[in-house]
């Protein structure tokens, strides 16, 4: 997922899937309903299919009609968002692009997802489709700032993360290390960090089972989002980058999630955890309470 927004005041979820439709990212949330993949992404897709398009080096665009030149602007930053997440995480395109949908207001996001009034998003990624909405859409920027801001905080960078990880592993992966990885690549590329009221690590952690069966109902989920990311960026502590894309290699494999961590950081889940918890404890950065605006 990427960011929720709630009473027109933007609060930074990091990543979009808070909701059932974006369980894992995509395809394992496909497969698990057996529901074929060609299927799910007509049914993203179809709502735009009569929009204006256009071509970028990395998607295939679907805007509104009125915003061509903010189309032309998202596409350039989504392709430039692309090349940095590639330089981090390595991939092949799939056999098509994937494509990137400017939507150009909230009430659409709302519409389409079935969400109640005060409830938004900033992006989402689901059957290689990114959805994002358009910048002019971020009134609760000033006009004069919003490029800036979502060039800084923006979607994009986090919702290519998923699609990358998604096409890479094809959906074998768990939900907080889709999130956690997501929020990595903003930290690393955009030196972005969300910090909300609840989220600092101080607080009681969730247990790595509630992590991976019930992420995106966990009533606290800036805390969630929170020990995602500093679960990712404890295993980049170990290895690095180099050892989350080994990861993720094994993953591709068809390897477990946790079978997987083990093969590469010689550590069961339980052990992982016991280290993780122990290494945040002496790391002041996962204390912090207040937000950055």
């Not at 907080?176 to 609840?198: D, K, P, R, T």
Request: proline share 4%.
């Amino acid at each position: 997922m990427g960011r929720v927004c709630t009473n027109k005041k933007i609060i930074f979820l990091a990543a979009l899937a808070v909701l059932f439709f974006s369980l894992t990212g995509g395809l394992f949330f496909i497969n698990y309903f057996g529901v074929p993949f060609g299927v799910t992404q007509m049914s993203v897709r179809r709502y735009y299919r009569d929009w204006p398009s256009l071509e970028g080096d990395t998607f295939h665009v679907r805007y509104p009609s009125g915003e061509g030149q903010t189309a032309l602007w998202v596409a350039a930053e989504a392709d430039k968002a692309a090349q940095l997440v590639a330089k981090e995480l390595p991939h092949l395109q799939g056999p098509g692009k994937p494509w990137l949908v400017i939507i150009p207001e909230q009430e659409l996001f709302r519409e389409v997802f079935g969400w109640g009034e005060g409830t938004g998003a900033l992006g989402v990624y689901l059957a290689e489709t990114v959805k994002v909405l358009s910048p002019d859409a971020w009134d609760w920027v000033d006009e004069s700032e919003r490029a800036i801001v979502f060039t800084r905080q923006g979607p994009l960078v986090h919702e290519y993360t998923h699609y990358v990880l998604d096409i890479r592993t094809g959906g074998n992966y768990t939900r907080w290390f889709s999130e956690g990885l997501a929020q990595l690549m903003e930290y690393n590329i955009l030196s972005y960090e969300w910090l909300e009221n609840g989220s600092s690590l101080k607080n009681p952690l969730y247990s790595l089972k509630e992590m991976d069966s019930s992420f995106d109902s966990l009533p606290n989920q800036a805390l969630a989002y929170r020990q995602a990311l500093s679960m990712v960026s404890y295993l980049e502590e170990l290895q690095g980058m180099e050892g989350i894309n080994t990861l993720i290699d094994r993953l591709a494999e068809g390897s477990p999630f946790y079978q997987a961590l083990q093969d590469v950081y010689g550590v069961d889940k339980i052990n992982m955890v016991q280290n993780w918890e122990q290494w945040i404890r002496h790391n002041g950065r996962w204390s912090a309470t207040k937000s950055r605006k």
